[in-house]
């Protein structure tokens, strides 16, 4: 499996699929996906999972992720688990505080 295939696999068991938390600022989410931070990446990834269609819903964000918070030198980290830290990071902190941070 590749680097990104195992982080987002990793990312995935604490985003889980579906939540509307009153306190989250985001609003509802899905797969950690929040409507009100990502709208277009969040119709498109509900839209799918309303449908049943959960595979390509969960394609749909694997895709989302990457672009948005994989960082392509995340690969070349010989320690995978240090390279999964990193993203998650960035999904969580934002892209640029781990890039400060680094």
């Not at 499996?1 to 068991?13: C, G, I, Q, R, V």
Request: charged fraction near 25%.
């Amino acid at each position: 499996m590749k680097k990104y295939d195992l982080a987002f696999d990793e990312l995935m068991k604490w985003e889980g699929v579906a939540s509307n938390h009153p306190a989250d600022p985001g609003g509802k989410t899905i797969y950690g996906i929040a409507r009100n931070c990502w709208k277009q990446a969040f119709n498109e990834v509900y839209g799918l999972y309303k449908l049943n269609q959960h595979k390509d819903a969960l394609a749909a964000a694997k895709r989302f992720y990457r672009v948005n918070f994989w960082n392509e030198f995340y690969n070349d980290i010989l320690y995978t688990p240090l390279a999964y830290k990193l993203f998650d990071l960035s999904v969580n902190m934002g892209t640029k505080r781990i890039i400060k941070m680094l």
